[in-house]
């Protein structure tokens, strides 16, 4: 290896951010949701989806395609809880979008993993 092959290489392993900065840097942007989101933010029950909240959100089933399949929110999509981050191209910027499940836990870990990559129109229907 040459001695130009060698700087290159160095200066490609001192710019080219590792894991840990990366965690570090998803880690701190968690926490700063964290301390500023009001305790009841991203969420909504079923009393406040008058006729005119329905038809203009888009429901997201968080569940999996199986219990999906079983029975749903008429007109609702299907991103399982796990899938939201890779499909995010599918969940609308330019409308609330609300993520439901059978009891709030998985609407709400993929509510958080999308308020934390900076989607701002999620809330999580609370039963």
């Not at 392993?13 to 894991?19: I, M």
């Not at 709400?108 to 999620?122: E, P, S």
Request: proline content about 4%; overall charge neutral; glycine content about 6%.
């Amino acid at each position: 290896m040459t001695t130009c092959h060698r700087l290159l290489l160095l200066l490609l392993l001192l710019v080219t951010p590792t894991s840990a900065t990366a965690e570090n840097a998803a880690v701190k942007a968690m926490q700063e949701y964290m301390e500023f989101a009001p305790y009841e933010a991203g969420i909504i029950v079923p009393q406040q989806l008058a006729t005119d909240v329905f038809e203009s959100v888009v429901f997201i089933d968080t569940r999996d395609a199986g219990q999906f399949a079983k029975g749903t929110i008429p007109g609702a999509r299907n991103i399982e809880w796990r899938e939201v981050l890779t499909r995010i191209g599918e969940i609308p910027k330019d409308k609330k979008v609300i993520l439901f499940c059978n009891t709030g836990g998985l609407s709400a870990k993929a509510a958080f993993a999308l308020r934390v990559a900076g989607r701002d129109n999620v809330l999580v229907l609370q039963t």
